[in-house]
């Protein structure tokens, strides 16, 4: 019987560990590639995806924080990809996040189901 997935909302995947908002930038681009290989590929985008910076848990690190809308089992996936990704020396979390946080890609979600129905593809 096929895994049935939870509706989509916000997750907030956590790469801790960075020692400086620069590294914690440089991650950016090797974590967009995993989830865009081809940046140029006509919309909507698989997953909804966005990045910011947080303080460190131990106040003198950076932490990457990359923001999805989908559900919690991709959610869950992409985290691991994106820990084997980065490396033993960052600590990947995921957890849920606040909509009010990430309202772009909640606007992003519905103007990209919207493209994904009209072209006759799959509704997430």
């Known amino acids: 019987m096929p895994m049935v997935e939870d509706e ?3 997750y907030e995947i956590r790469i801790h560990g960075c020692p400086s908002s620069e590294e ?4 950016q681009d090797p974590v967009e590639h995993l989830l865009c290989p081809d940046p140029d590929h006509a919309p909507p985008c698989e997953i909804p995806w966005s990045f910011t910076l947080a303080g460190g848990d131990d106040g003198a690190s950076t932490t990457l924080v990359l923001g999805v809308y989908t559900s919690g ?3 869950a996936r992409v985290a691991e990809r ?3 990704l980065v490396g033993e020396e960052h600590r990947v ?3 849920e996040g606040g909509a009010e946080d990430w309202e772009e890609l909640v606007e992003q979600y519905r103007f990209e ?6 072209r006759g593809g799959p509704e997430q």
Request: hydrophobic share 45%.
């Open 8 to 10: 989509p909302r916000v």
């Open 113 to 118: 189901r919207g493209l994904r129905t009209e």
């Open 82 to 84: 994106v820990g084997t």
């Open 93 to 95: 979390a995921v957890s």
């Open 24 to 27: 914690a930038l440089a991650l």
């Open 73 to 75: 089992g991709r959610a």
